[in-house]
């Protein structure tokens, strides 16, 4: 028999009144209660948010305060002196911005890792603000550090160099070196090029990113010339999109010439070589060359193992 309405009711009563007896679904008043780091630093955002800069310097230096009994790790601490570093910016206070921005990325780097995006996103600003202070010289050498980590960034997809380019070829012509400004532009607009093609290759749009990818192709040769590193990632994308598309001969002419490109650049025993022999095996065995495909194997195989064995010592 179904419970009527009233009984389920009833039923529903007695099961929230066992609830609220075990204290389980109920919250006691102190967790309503912020804290004085919260109470500080909320004031301190509303303030910043009403331009009231002094205010919020204030009620975020008590927060700074407050944070001081949480671990170096915690998010709290940083968003505390990010948000007073952006304050004292506002407020023309640029060495001490400098100096909070420093403390920061210290606690990033040490515990979020140096390649870590809150770690990159802080040194940016600190690039941006040394620059804005007219330390060129340190804006210079972050830019540098910035561009390094960019490159491992880069090795896993991340495209975030990109912007770094930009902010450091500026930075070259400002301080003179107008070859190298030139340099770094070349290798942003190429850069730019590959991530439109990226995108819409992400997107399903394979036309244009053929269009894009083969403009990249042909911008970075122009450019950058025809052994750039950057060469080798164009290459490889736009092979695996006329793979994907049955083009088995343009696909294959890129995935070797990709193979070659990292032969040239790192020898014929670096780990760089194992992404092309696999796509350029996996390419072969498709097209029923069992012979050629498995040669590639192993060659990959024995790289991994060399690499594994010299790992190990």
Request: proline share 2%; net charge neutral; aromatic share 6%.
């Amino acid at each position: 028999m179904r419970p009527t309405r009233r009984r389920r009711g009833a039923a529903l009563a007695a099961a929230c009144a066992l609830l609220v007896g075990c204290g389980c679904g109920s919250r006691s008043a102190d967790e309503h209660t912020p804290g004085p780091w919260e109470t500080h630093y909320r004031a301190g955002l509303e303030a910043m948010d009403q331009g009231r800069y002094a205010t919020a310097d204030s009620a975020l230096s008590r927060a700074q305060g407050a944070a001081k009994a949480f671990t170096a790790d915690d998010a709290r601490l940083h968003r505390t002196i990010e948000a007073l570093a952006r304050v004292s910016e506002v407020r023309g206070q640029l060495a001490r911005a400098d100096t909070l921005y420093q403390q920061l990325l210290h606690i990033q780097q040490e515990h979020l890792g140096e390649d870590g995006d809150a770690s990159v996103a802080t040194f940016v600003k600190l690039a941006q603000l040394q620059r804005a202070r007219g330390d060129l010289a340190g804006a210079d050498s972050s830019y540098a550090r910035l561009l390094s980590i960019g490159e491992e960034r880069l090795r896993q997809g991340d495209l975030g160099i990109t912007t770094t380019l930009g902010h450091a070829a500026d930075l070259s012509r400002e301080l003179g070196d107008f070859a190298r400004a030139d340099s770094l532009e070349k290798r942003q607009f190429g850069l730019q090029l590959y991530a439109q093609g990226f995108d819409h290759a992400i997107a399903g749009r394979l036309d244009q990113a053929e269009q894009y990818y083969r403009r990249a192709l042909a911008t970075q040769e122009r450019l950058q010339g025809f052994r750039h590193p950057d060469l080798y990632r164009t290459c490889r994308d736009l092979a695996r999109l006329y793979e994907g598309r049955g083009a088995w001969v343009q696909a294959e002419k890129l995935y070797r010439r990709g193979l070659n490109l990292q032969e040239g650049l790192h020898g014929d025993d670096h780990p760089a070589l194992n992404e092309p022999l696999d796509d350029l095996a996996g390419l072969l065995e498709q097209r029923g060359r069992q012979d050629e495909a498995r040669a590639l194997v192993l060659r990959a195989d024995a790289l991994r193992r060399a690499i594994s064995a010299s790992q190990l010592r």
